[in-house]
């Protein structure tokens, strides 16, 4: 089971990253703001939130020792800061100032490693605060960066969909092209695994990216054969681009968060599902495993980041894998429904709905004028609100896949009033105008639009309507 046990909602703007300290979870925002809370009660601490930043937050990361606290930014910088106190210890300006999309520390600490959208490859010195190695992939920027346990080798992912194994003396040790439209983010498991064949040790990687999947790869890495990288399964269950991944602190698990709103805890070592969370309504950005508690944190563009507690009771060969939606909705008894209305942020129409004996078949058959008239619902808003929530639900029992061209880039739902954008995608109207009232960039390239109007799809409209008429026959 996971069980979500607290929601922190202190940003103003999309949640980027999250990370874990022994003691500590450090999240980073598109607000310019880090924050830092106790795992004990997750109380912010007296000193957050880290300002200093002039632009959004991508990346942060702790130390080993989790005293030392690494944040990243568009506006070129990595910056050090002291978790006992939140001073900041150090800036470190990127070479050309390009926005600075992820930072990792070796395992040692003796290294704080910094990538950015220009491609640039940064090891810092962080006794020192001075520039060790430095050096560039080709064709991208730097979206994604983990080190190996041992802290002989790091890997890196652009926006190319490049994997790059680099040394510890910046040197480009082996090249894969892993996923079509680019990785997004790539982590190393802290335990090898061995191959009954040779005896050797390998460590395990996952990467994941726009292409929906998420892959496992095996490195091995050994001064007489050179590095080796061998594909092991590719992990499906995404509809929507992954953006993160992470393995659990014993390797046993893999979390993925996705476009698709959704976070998915698979099972390594059969690459089952294990759960599928969807309380994120918005794109899941990252995800983290606690080191030494059975805790899970996901982050997401709804500007929330929610703590899960884990029952890390794996599940033996041949038993069922969890599916947290057995009951099929027209299924769904009165409690059901009162329990769905809950999770909806709808809990005052509980006892309305009790009342009207509505189980899941009466629940899907509600429409705006009984609602008015039979539940007597005044509001206006009210009906709306939930009119929306119950279509909401009657999409998710669609029986085949909804065609990609017809779901909202930003959303990923279908569209109702699709538009053209100047970068030549279609969005859902209201989606886009929400977008586009706080950026003045491409959701889909990130490149500025020379222009904000938005023209009425009406040839994509027409194509969903049609497409809607065939799935009711």
Known sequence: MATLIHTLADHSDDVNYCAFSSSCLATCSLDKTIRVYSLSNFAELPYSPL???TYAVHCCCFSPSGLVLASCSTDG???????????????????????VRVCRFSPEATYLLAG????????????????????????????????SPNGNFFVTGSSSGDLTIWDDKMRCLYNEK?????????????????????????????????????????????????????????????SAPVLACAFSCDGQMIVSGSVDKCVIIYQTSTGNTLHTLSQHTRYVTTCAFAPHSPLLATGSMDKTVHIWQLDLKQPCAGDTVENESKVAIEDWSEDDVSAWLCAQDL????GLFKMNNIDGKELLNLTKESLANELKIESLGLRSKVLQKIEELRMTMIPVSVPDEFLCPITRELMNDPVIATDGYSYERE???????????????????????????????????????TQQK
């Open 347 to 350: 809990a005052d129409f509980v």
């Open 51 to 53: 300002k200093g930043h």
């Open 178 to 238: 892993a996923h079509d439209l680019g990785v997004t983010c790539c982590d190393i498991s802290s335990h090898p695994v061995s191959d009954s064949e040779n005896g050797f040790k390998y460590f395990q990687m996952a990467s994941c990216g726009q292409d929906n999947h998420i892959k496992l790869w095996l490195i091995l890495f050994a001064d007489f054969l050179g590095v080796q990288l061998k594909y092991k399964c590719t992990l499906n269950g995404h």
């Open 431 to 469: 989606a886009m105008e929400n977008w586009i009232s706080t950026r003045r960039s491409s959701p889909m390239t990130n490149l500025p639009l020379h222009s904000l109007m938005l023209t009425p799809n009406r040839t994509l409209k027409m194509a969903i309507s049609r497409w809607l008429e």
């Open 77 to 99: 910088t990595s910056a050090l800061w002291d978790t006992r106190d939140g001073r900041r210890l150090a800036v470190l300006e990127q070479p050309g100032a390009s926005p």
């Open 116 to 147: 950015a959208a220009d491609g640039s490859v940064v090891l810092w010195n962080v006794q020192s605060m001075k520039l060790y190695r430095s050096g560039k992939v080709k064709g991208g920027s730097l979206m994604a960066c983990t080190f």
